[in-house]
């Protein structure tokens, strides 16, 4: 690949989604020289599919909430391994980063005296999610990308990153190519934020669109970063089953937080007999209490259809497996019996018109059918909790590409708001490290070569596999093998078989020239994707235990000694995975407290 | 499952020609599916822009038998099964390649409107709005930012020039989004005339009948913002007075057109 243009920024964002926009504002803001390059148009990421709403203890609707409160859920959401200083940033900054978000246009449902509107979601005590119907990505990412805009902030759209550029140890910039010219682009940069998204599309069914192919994981371990957490990979209960092209396509859990109940072919409202001992006492125990909660909080305990995410995917499983699922393999959602059909149009907007053009379902006479769908990874970038930094010096992650803040299983709404505080701290810090510096570092020509080199092959081979049949094997494998409930002999079936890809990807060919080149793209994807698939297999075969959105059938217990640790994957000298325990660092007392106590 | 034939535009600006294929559709498929299922199994190299592929993120965009839509909101049995589904890319916008094209101006344009002004918060630092207050603008704020509306715009999908003088039918919903925000506190009336063209709109509400999300947008965008101009500049005793005081009437956008094309 002959020449390349050089671009020089002091803070350079890869992704646009909302913790990507979030950390450009912020390191704008800081005076930093800033661009975020992004794999789509603006606007198009993945945060726009977000329905239910961003998680703030406001306490507009529940006065009794408060920061503690949320920390609590989260933690217990978590199953206790999240990183406590995260959890309890998090759940102090997220009312200031909702209301910074109204200062800047948006417009979030409101409450009757006028004030931001919050509804009940799974695994919060109190109704947190503040929202804007069913589609609050929407305005979320509006919001951002008008502001980001406003800021002057380049932005590099449909543009690729495929390397971080160090010098010898620091972060000096990022290799990309545009991906409809197949322009390579070198980005001179004091400082890399990674918010680059999840990895859906190693699995078959997955909420997720194209373009999470864990590449920003894949980055960070490729410039010596760490992973962390990669065993706990959330499958959202409710995905959408029928018809098959729309397979996974999320179902907000606000048609739960608003009445909505699951049932099985039975007509039974199944949940009551998957309730969890460690939620017993806060979860209604007969159909009449959990209808009471709605509208009486304080002397009723919540619907077991607001467990907590990873309750209710094993519990539509464990149904499904049982032969009480719905005629396409999944079960029942029903809405239409619970609210009037003026209010689920209102409520819920999205997802009456969703299944009435997509499934020919109307929400407001017919219970719809739903069945689990792989929807977010809890694990990632390991970062330092205040700063967002990674190990690597100048290289930062925010959002779901990172972790840390949900532990082994994420509580609806604790995205949006994840992306925000965290976001926003990336830029922060990125861009005061990059105002540190007097000039980039260098990186050296060769390596630019080298990987340009690498990027290029898929078109040079006259024949070779096709990258689009590579994937769906892999999805395949991570489906069937690596999925809800996981066994040691499937895990390390995996690994064999992700181990035959890595070789198979070497000689995968991609017809075609370099202008907007989607087989050209899922070759140069493939890397990042076996490298996360590899991650969380791994990660899964050495946690032998069940806990949170990780489920071992031949572990099936929660181990408490496996809580005093995290699993921590990095490349070895031949940038082989390599694992590590890492010990969980002590909460302090009167964060205990809260746990027990609150 | 049953075999159809889907006929897309191939090739680059200037150099192109529909390509029929031969693809299995199962039932429920929108025309998405059939494509993604070409490119999969047939032409790996197909451009085509697609994220949610349930007509939230406004990446599909095409021109469908002749209809600009959403290929993942369509489906496939809203065709005759005996005759080819002919997919093309948005006419309004530079090609790039097979069904991409460049709507990279409408990010330009995005750049050009200044951010919201709000007034100060009540003495509690609370901003208080009703959902009553927020009903009217709420309508705006679903825009997928698909960009049909301005494909088939006739005021810049007949006229390329009118680029620099409209921003299109995506831009007055941004403004009208903006202007019916209940705690706005700008006047954009100046803006909207001189810098946006909403005088360059003639209400045939073409942009309407193609709304994915069905914003009424010439109805409740257009016209309410058109009559906002109206007040400040086309009112009788406002030009009355202005000129008594000897100020030169603003020229209409007819005038403006000449002068543009004359320079």
């Given amino acids: 690949m002959a020449g390349y243009r050089v671009h020089e920024y002091d803070v350079l964002v890869v992704g646009a989604g909302g913790a990507g926009l979030r950390a450009a504002i912020a390191a704008a803001q800081e005076g930093a020289r800033t661009a975020i390059v992004c794999k789509t148009l603006l606007g198009k990421a993945h945060t726009v599919m977000a329905e239910g709403g961003v998680a703030a203890a406001l306490a507009t609707v529940d006065s009794e909430d408060n920061w503690r409160v949320h920390f609590r859920d989260t933690m217990r959401g978590g199953k206790l391994i999240n990183d406590w200083r995260m959890a309890m940033i998090h759940a102090q900054e997220a ?499 809260i746990l027990e106590e609150v | 499952m049953a075999l159809r034939t889907i006929r897309i535009f191939r090739g680059t600006a200037g150099n192109g020609t529909f390509v029929d294929y031969q693809v299995e559709v199962e039932e429920g498929n929108v025309v998405l599916d059939a494509v993604l299922k070409v490119q999969a199994q047939l032409a790996p190299d197909l451009a085509v822009r697609w994220n949610c592929k349930a007509g939230k993120c406004g990446s599909c965009s095409a021109e469908i038998n002749g209809l600009p839509r959403l290929m993942c909101m369509t489906r496939m049995t809203l065709f005759p099964p005996d005759r080819p589904v002919t997919i093309a890319p948005l006419k309004a916008f530079p090609l790039i390649k097979d069904l991409v094209t460049d709507v990279s101006i409408n990010y330009h344009i995005a750049r050009q409107i200044p951010p919201l002004r709000l007034r100060p918060p009540g003495p509690d630092g609370i901003r208080r709005m009703t959902m009553d207050d927020i009903e009217r603008a709420r309508e705006f704020r679903q825009c997928i930012e698909c960009f049909l509306c301005q494909n088939v715009c006739h005021v810049l999908r007949d006229h390329p020039e009118n680029w620099a003088l409209f921003f299109g039918p995506r831009w007055m919903v941004r403004l009208a989004e903006l202007e019916m925000h209940p705690l706005d506190d700008d006047d954009r009336r100046n803006f909207l005339k001189e810098k946006a063209g909403v005088g360059y709109c003639n209400i045939t509400k073409c942009c309407t009948e193609v709304c994915p999300a069905e914003i009424r947008i010439t109805d409740n965008a257009i016209i309410p913002l058109k009559e906002r101009v109206a007040d400040l500049h086309y009112d009788p005793f406002r030009w009355l007075l202005d000129r008594l005081r000897g100020k030169r009437p603003i020229p209409r956008p007819e005038e403006r057109v000449e002068k543009a094309a004359a320079s």
């Fill in chain 1, 95 to 593: 009312p200031d980063r909702v209301l910074e978000l109204e200062e800047w246009g948006a417009v979030f449902d409101r409450t009757a005296d006028g004030r931001i509107l919050q509804r009940p979601f799974g695994g919060h005590r109190y109704a947190r999610l503040a929202h804007v119907g069913d589609r609050t990505g929407l305005e979320l990412v509006r919001t951002l990308q008008q502001k980001a805009l406003s800021l002057g902030i380049d932005v590099f759209m449909e543009t690729s990153i495929v390397r971080i550029l160090k010098d010898s140890q620091r972060v000096a910039g990022a290799l990309g190519f545009r991906r409809d010219t197949g322009e390579l682009l070198v980005f001179r940069a004091k400082a890399v934020v990674l918010a680059t998204g999840g990895i859906g599309k190693c699995y078959k069914v997955t909420s997720n669109s194209w373009e999470y192919t864990g590449d920003g994981q894949a980055l960070a371990f490729w410039a010596g970063a760490e992973l962390m957490d990669m065993e706990f990979v959330q499958f959202h209960p409710t995905g959408m089953v029928w018809p098959p092209s729309v397979r996974g396509v999320l179902v907000t859990e606000a048609v739960r937080g608003e009445g909505g109940v699951l049932l099985n072919s039975r007509g039974e409202r199944f949940m009551f007999h998957y309730i969890p001992d460690y939620y017993r006492a806060e979860t209604a125990e007969t159909p009449q209490e959990a209808d009471r909660w709605y509208h009486d909080k304080r002397n009723n305990r919540r619907p077991p259809e607001l467990l907590p995410r990873d309750v209710v995917a094993r519990a539509i499983n464990a149904e499904i497996k049982a032969g009480r699922g719905s005629p396409h393999g999944g079960v029942y959602l029903d809405i239409a019996s619970r609210r009037s059909p003026k209010e689920i149009k209102h409520l819920l907007p999205s997802m009456y018109e969703q299944f009435a053009k997509l499934a020919d379902v109307d929400i407001t006479k017919e219970p719809m059918e739903v069945g689990p769908t792989m929807h977010y990874m809890m694990g990632g970038i390991r970062v330092d909790p205040e700063t967002a930094a990674t190990s690597v010096p100048g290289l930062y992650a925010a959002g779901e590409v990172a972790c840390g803040l949900h532990g082994a299983n994420r509580l609806g709404g604790n995205s949006l708001s994840d992306l925000l505080v965290f976001g926003r701290r990336a830029g922060i810090y990125a861009a005061r490290y990059a105002n540190s510096l007097p000039q980039a570092p260098t990186f050296s020509g060769d390596e630019v070569e080298t990987a340009a080199n690498e990027l290029i092959e898929p078109l040079h081979r006259a024949d070779g596999e096709n990258p689009f049949a590579l994937q769906a094997e892999l999805q395949e494998t991570m489906q069937n093998l690596v999925g809800i409930v996981r066994t040691g002999d499937e895990l390390k079936e995996a690994l064999h078989k992700i181990q035959e890809l890595k070789d198979r990807t070497k000689r995968v060919a991609a017809v075609g020239d370099v202008i907007y080149n989607p087989g050209w793209h899922m070759a140069i994807s493939l890397g990042p994707l076996l490298v996360v698939a590899e991650a969380i297999a791994l990660s899964a075969l050495e946690r032998r235990e069940s806990r949170g959105a990780h489920t071992r059938d031949d572990y099936p217990k929660e181990d408490p000694h496996q809580a005093s640790f995290n699993l921590v994957v990095s490349a070895d000298l031949q940038g082989r995975p390599q694992l590590r325990k890492e010990p969980r660092p002590e909460m302090p007392q009167e964060l205990k407290k």
